[in-house]
C-alpha cells in the first residue's frame, strides 16, 4: 500500500477524533510501470489541489487564531499541543506570545495506563527504601479550597489575566475550616505504616498538622498561620487562630515594626509566656525576601538532614520554583514528582507522573495494601 499524506487544514485539536493534521488516501493495486506513471500524475496532482488549499488555510489563520484564546481554559492532547508548540507558519505574533505565556502556566495529565505504570514503579520504590521523605507544595492542598500559585487557576495567573489581585490569598482562605486533603491523610498513613519519616512542606495552612502528622517529623519550612514564636528563646506557639492577622499589614499597631527584608510585619504584639524570658512574639511566615529559620517549626538544616538521608522523596504538588526549599528534594538518592505542571527538574526524577496528588496518592495506597 502507498500512504500519501495530504494536508487538508491546520485546525487544532477538540478532542473529538485522533486524525486532525493530516488524513490518510490508501491505494492498493499493484506496481508496475503505468502504475508509477499513474502515481506520479496522482502525486503532481494532489501536490497542485494540496497548495491551494494550503493557501486558502494561510489566508484564514491570518484572521483567525489557531487556538481560542477567548475562553478561560483550553483543553488540548498532549500531541496537539506539542504539535502547535513546534508550529511556525500560520502563527501571528500574537499568539506566539500567548502560546509562550499558556506554556508557562499549562498543566498536563498523563494517560490512566501510563498512570497505573508509574503508580506501580512508585509502589516498588517505596518497598525498596528504608528512609522516606515528602516535600509537599500548594497543589497537595488545592482540592481543601486553597489556590495554587501557576497553574491554570492560580493566584498569579488570574492576577496576570486580570481576574485577581495580589492578595486574595488572604482574604479569600478561611484558614480555620480547611480540611486536610487525601494527600495530607494519606501521608499520615504512610507515616503509620513505617513508610514516610519526614514531611516536609512549603505550605503555611497547617493541614499537616489537622491530618495528624506528628509534630517532630514535619518541617513547616516557610511558617504555620497559626504558630507563632518568641525571638529570644524561640519557644513555639500553636494557637487556633490565624497569628499573622496580628502582624503582616497591622501598620497602625504599636507593635508593628517593619522588617527590612520583605517591607511587612512579623511582631503580634505578644509576648512569651515564660516568666524568665517574655521576649516579643512573632509570627512564623515567610515572605519573599525573608531568610528560611533554622530552628523554628523543624527549621531548614534539620530539613537538609532529612533528605540527605533519604531513599526516596516524594515530591507532590510543587513546581520546584522558590529556592532554596525547592532543592532539598533532589538530595535524596531517588525522587518521585507528581505535579500537573512541568518543573526544571524533571529529567532528575525517577519517576514523573503528570497527575492530581490526591489521586496519585490514593492509588499509591491502593498499590501498597494499606487503607487510607
Known sequence: FFCIPITLDNEHCTLQSEE????????????????????????????????????????AQQQK????????????????????????????????????????????????????????????????????????????SVTSGIGTYRGTEGIDTKEALGQGESDSEESDVDYESLVPTPTHKGLVTLYNNDKMHAVITQNCDNLHGKAGTPREVLYELHGNVFAEYCEDCEKEYFRDYCTDLY?????????????????LGHYTGRLCEDKKCKGKLRDTIINFGDFLNDNVLGGLPRATKECKKADLCFVLGSSLTVPPASLLPFKAKKVVICNLQKTDYDEKATVRIFYPCDDFVTLLLEKLGFVN
Open 247 to 263: 502582624s503582616t499589614n497591622c501598620y497602625a499597631e504599636k507593635w508593628f515594626k517593619k522588617c527590612p527584608k520583605c517591607g
Open 65 to 140: 487564531s489557531l487556538v481560542n484564546w477567548e475562553t478561560s481554559q483550553v483543553v488540548l492532547h498532549a500531541h496537539c499541543w506539542d504539535s502547535f508548540c513546534s508550529q511556525e507558519k500560520g502563527v501571528s505574533r500574537k499568539e506566539g506570545v500567548m502560546r509562550e505565556s499558556a506554556e508557562e502556566t499549562a498543566e498536563f495529565y498523563d494517560n490512566q495506563q501510563d498512570v497505573l505504570k508509574k503508580v506501580e514503579e512508585a509502589t516498588d520504590l517505596v518497598l525498596r527504601s528504608k528512609y522516606i521523605t515528602s516535600f509537599t507544595g500548594a497543589g497537595a
Open 20 to 59: 486532525r493534521f493530516c488524513h490518510l488516501i490508501k491505494l492498493g493495486f499493484p506496481f508496475s510501470f503505468f502504475s508509477f506513471l499513474f502515481l506520479l500524475f496522482l502525486l503532481l496532482t494532489l501536490q497542485a489541489t494540496n497548495m491551494k488549499v494550503w493557501k486558502k488555510v494561510t489566508k
